[in-house]
């Protein structure tokens, strides 16, 4: 167990008075970022970057890597509360979690995420700590046909669980595929679909889109419907609180499934978004309560929250052994690395072992405290829901007009959300579903730069999709997601006739 | 009052004019196989298409198929007074900026939509605002516009 | 006597205020100041804001604080186009490469180098020809050859398209005679774990992109696009330092050298006395030990060009630009 030495040598290094504060004092300043919309991880991270160049690296990873799981905690907060996502991948959270708050149970919905999300993050730690050179190797595996594979079957395994008319999902599928196409292209270099607009050569950020197709529109759709509401009770409910956390365990398939897609998504090229669409998608196919789901359902919210922190956490790994970040957050520590003089690479491990296993000793606690942290804001967030909600529209506006600003300090992007807002009044009323778009536009463009650097490589030839066992399975697999359930649905149809 | 037939069929029309612009939009980026692989209008064409087929269809089973109503006059009219102050407001900001728009947008909709008390309606806005300058422009240095006012009051 | 003592007093303030008098015509900045990087977190451009950034804060060279923003839209004609728009402010500054020449050549961007005030160009960095660390080639010769019996399956990745890595490979292929399939990332990292899994046969990284894989055993350098070797930085992996790779030059690749500089502008109609003071701020940050350490763990070439010597650099480098664009269809219609 050479890997649990250095652990516990990690954590001698991590547990001391300064680590600690600077531990607490980054989980809640991540956790400010987190809720603010527009505001994220990066932000608080690239500011408090100059901080650290005086800090020993062990230190200053220590520091960011707790804002990084305040944000991640931060982050569902608006989407349980006000159906707005603050990052790609608490999209799903608000499938469940905002219909659980609307009907009074916020304290609930919140103190579930938060625990299924605490749980995501420590079996991804575990994960790197016991398999860490394994999975290294792992990720080496993937070359662009396998990227789109796996892109492949996070569509496949999230698409048709809507139960919308399926016109109506293609033509949100669709246009999401193409606002992703938005901008400069990787692969030719070439400006696309811009209209005229010369500021759209950066391309419609995602935080944008899902402000106003969610926040937005949810908020148009509220007032219209008069759908306010219930009223939370007054008093601060620590029991509800408790009660939750301690029935957590029973969920427990729902826990471990998603745990090990967050780990999967995470290690390979998927990342933490695709894992939380991919893992409620399947939770929604094989839960005995699946009519429920989408109307406060507690799986719909431990499914995603779960893979989301697992792959979160597991896709640091990548960073460090090979110097690929999974997101944008770790991306901006790893340009810390580089200041404080580490190269990100396999050597990392050879060479720094004070700084590797302290930063992952680090993982551990700052999990700890992150979620401890944010369980005691749950009531401070609660009270929120008790404002009357003809308060809260106007500041909520505000809250993502602003927040639409400083994504990229852009008017554009403001005047962008206020449409995304119509659009997605619209598509609520008519029941186009929004999750296909979104999921789109997140991994859309990634999808088609790994097809078309395949295509490449292979001169054209699609037989790139079945060239070794790796690429096959996934492939058959996202086929068999995607073929399986309307096969058994007609082959039941055509049953039940014959009877 | 907002019947379903027109309303499926404004927004299949909508959606089919983005997927033309999209197909018209991709054409000038070519959508053939070139040298370097894929040309880059391809897929945005292709999905264009479907937008586009997709489209028309929702428009004729929309319009076939649509029957009753999907918003009352009243529900209407409580939509557009959240959301039309709150265009004015983000048509304002080259204006006013954000801070002083943020103000008048909260104050106003406080005062006159929600009725609140004019001390209360101005402290919420003022508070709101002040808290929002503090967490971007000093927590966090994320200029926000300061509009064409701040120009001339050269803050 | 009064008399005389105010005079006298008087005489000092003014010989004060005339002292002082150049020194407060010159320009100051009394706010924030904003980097703007043209690419993504930890890329080569990222990394040269932040050593620029520390370097500044380390040393205290300037009163306010500095904040470095991503706009890595468009290939980085986000932050082009954003600083752009940003005439006669001099609290943002755009950091770059040559890309704000030559992309304009090669796609439809809302911006040219023409839009900006040059402040300098800082350092130049190397480029070198990777491969994977059990690739039986041990030379530029048996890579050439391998490659050019592999037909028309020769893989080489890179960084964006039609940028300075696709530049290079079109290089390298006409001037060995191979056809070389490009395959264009997000990033010189992505492109560098692509060949550390055997999915492409090489890449033209810069030093810093790749020194983590090397010293893990996943890659090597072959050769370095320089016409003379790297300066002797101590050893990188148990045996060699950058020192030991040998100039594609003298292993008969004929491209002597190709590098890519990194550069920093100002919006247009700032006045001369900003431009002025920048320049000169850049010339503090080349004296500290943070950037001479920046420099050396990066393996870049410590360069500073302003003024006239950077336009005339500019220009050379563009006529290089449009000759390849021209050569491969590249040019924007």
Not at chain 1, 398 to 427: K, P, Q
Not at chain 3, 60 to 89: M, R, W
Not at chain 3, 215 to 238: E, H, M, S, W, Y
Request: glycine letters at 10%.
């Amino acid at each position: 167990m050479e890997n649990f030495d250095s652990l516990m040598h990690g954590f001698s290094i991590a547990i001391s008075v300064p680590h600690i504060a600077l531990m607490i004092g980054g989980v809640l300043l991540g956790i400010l970022v987190g809720v603010l919309p527009g505001l994220g991880a990066p932000n608080g991270v690239s500011l408090l970057l100059p901080l650290t160049f005086g800090m020993a690296p062990v230190s200053a990873i220590i520091l960011l890597s707790s804002i990084y799981w305040g944000a991640l905690f931060g982050g569902s907060v608006t989407s349980i509360l006000f159906n707005i996502p603050g990052e790609p991948s608490s999209v799903a959270t608000t499938f469940d979690g905002y219909p659980m708050a609307r009907d009074g149970r916020a304290t609930e919905a919140l103190a579930t995420a938060f625990g299924s999300a605490a749980f995501g993050a420590l079996v991804g730690v575990v994960l790197i700590t016991c398999l860490a050179s394994w999975i290294a190797g792992v990720a080496l595996q993937f070359g662009p046909a396998e990227y789109f594979a796996v892109y492949f079957l996070a569509f496949s395994s999230f698409i048709g669980v809507g139960g919308a008319p399926p016109m109506k999902t293609v033509v949100s599928l669709a246009i999401g595929f193409a606002i992703a196409a938005i901008g400069m292209d990787t692969v030719s270099g070439s400006v696309r679909l811009t209209m005229g607009v010369d500021e759209l050569v950066k391309g419609i950020n995602f935080v944008v889109a899902v402000m106003g197709l969610f926040g937005i529109g949810e908020l148009l759709i509220a007032v219209e419907e008069e759908l306010h509401a219930k009223p939370v009770s007054s008093t601060i409910d620590w029991r509800t609180l408790f009660r939750t956390i301690a029935g957590l365990p029973k969920h427990w398939v729902a826990l471990l499934r998603s745990a090990a897609i967050g780990c999967w998504m995470g290690i390979t090229p998927g990342g933490p978004t695709a894992a939380s669409f991919m893992s409620y998608g399947i939770a929604k196919r094989v839960s005995p309560r699946r009519a429920n789901f989408g109307k406060g359902e507690a799986e719909g919210i431990v499914s995603p929250e779960t893979a989301d922190h697992a792959a979160g956490t597991s896709a640091l790994l990548p960073m460090l052994s090979l110097g690929i970040p999974g997101s944008a957050t770790a991306a901006v520590m790893m340009g810390g690395l580089m200041i404080w003089g580490l190269n990100p690479g396999p050597a990392l491990f050879v060479e720094q072992k004070d700084f590797v296993w302290g930063l992952i000793a680090s993982m551990y606690l700052g999990n700890i405290v992150a979620v401890i942290l944010v369980l005691l804001t749950v009531p401070i967030f609660a009270a929120l829901m008790r404002l009357p909600f003809f308060i809260l529209a106007p500041l909520i506006f505000n809250v993502c007009v602003v927040g639409a600003y400083s994504v990229s300090n852009s008017y554009l992007d403001v005047m962008l959300m206020m449409g995304f807002g119509v659009l997605g009044y619209l598509f609520k009323k008519l029941d186009y579903p929004l999750a296909p778009l979104v999921l789109a536009i997140v991994i859309g463009d990634k999808a088609e730069d790994a097809f078309r650097q395949s295509m490449l490589m292979s001169q054209g030839s699609l037989g790139i999709f079945v060239n070794n066992g790796l690429v096959t399975t996934l492939v058959t697999a996202g086929f068999a997601l995607l073929l399986l359930p309307p096969l058994f649905r007609s082959i039941g149809l055509w049953r039940n006739a014959r009877r | 009052m907002l019947s379903r037939r027109t309303l499926e069929a404004a927004t299949a029309i909508l959606t089919g004019a983005f997927g033309v612009a999209v197909v018209v939009s991709s054409l000038n980026n070519g959508i053939d196989w070139s040298e370097s692989g894929v040309e880059s209008g391809t897929f945005p064409f292709i999905t264009g298409t479907i937008v586009v087929v997709a489209s028309l269809y929702n428009l004729v089973r929309g319009w076939l198929r649509g029957k009753g109503i999907v918003a009352t006059r009243q529900g209407l009219q409580r939509t557009a007074a959240l959301f039309l102050p709150a265009v004015l407001f983000v048509a304002l900001i080259p204006l006013i900026g954000i801070y002083v728009g943020a103000v008048l947008y909260l104050f106003g909709s406080l005062r006159l939509q929600s009725h609140l008390s004019t001390v209360r309606s101005a402290l919420i806005a003022v508070v709101a605002s002040v808290a929002l300058y503090v967490v971007f422009e000093r927590l966090f240095q994320v200029s926000l516009p300061h509009g064409w006012l701040g120009a001339v009051l050269d803050l | 006597m009064s008399f005389t003592v105010k005079f006298t007093a008087t005489l000092v303030a003014g010989v004060a205020v005339f002292a002082i008098a150049p020194q407060a015509g010159a320009w100051t900045p009394t706010k924030p100041i904003e980097f703007i990087g043209t690419a993504g977190p930890g890329g080569g451009t990222d990394n040269f804001t932040r050593a620029v950034q520390a370097a500044i804060v380390k040393n205290k060279l300037v009163d306010q604080p500095i904040v470095v923003v991503n706009k890595p839209g468009g290939s980085g004609a986000e932050g082009f186009t954003y600083t752009k728009a940003l005439t006669g402010d001099p609290y943002h500054l755009v950091f770059g490469t040559s890309n704000a020449w030559s992309q304009p050549l090669v796609s439809k961007v809302a911006f040219n180098y023409t839009d900006f005030t040059p402040v300098a160009a800082m350092v130049q960095d190397e480029f070198l020809l990777w491969v994977k660390q059990d690739a039986p080639y041990k030379n530029v010769q048996e890579y050439l050859a391998a490659m050019k019996a592999k037909g028309s399956s020769a893989k080489m990745a890179g960084a964006q398209s039609k940028d300075t890595d696709e530049t290079l490979t079109r290089l390298i292929g006409k001037a060995a005679g191979i056809k070389f399939i490009y395959v264009p990332f997000k990033s010189g990292a992505e492109a560098a774990v692509q060949l550390a899994g055997g999915h492409v046969d090489s890449h033209v990284n810069n030093p810093s992109e790749s020194v983590g894989q090397w010293k893990g055993g996943t890659q090597r350098p072959i050769c370095v696009f320089n016409t003379k070797r790297l300066p002797d930085t101590g050893k990188v992996t148990a045996t060699r330092g950058w020192q030991d790779i040998p100039t594609c030059q003298e292993q008969g690749l004929n491209i002597p050298l190709f590098q890519q500089p990194r550069t920093i502008w100002l919006p247009l109609k700032v006045t001369d006395e900003q431009t002025a003071f920048y320049v000169d701020l850049m010339k503090k940050v080349q004296q500290t030990p943070e950037w001479k350490d920046f420099i050396e763990k990066s393996v870049q070439t410590n360069t500073f060009l302003s003024g006239d010597a950077f336009t005339k650099y500019e220009m050379q480098d563009l006529e290089q630009w449009k000759k390849v664009a021209t050569e491969e269809g590249w040019l924007v219609k």
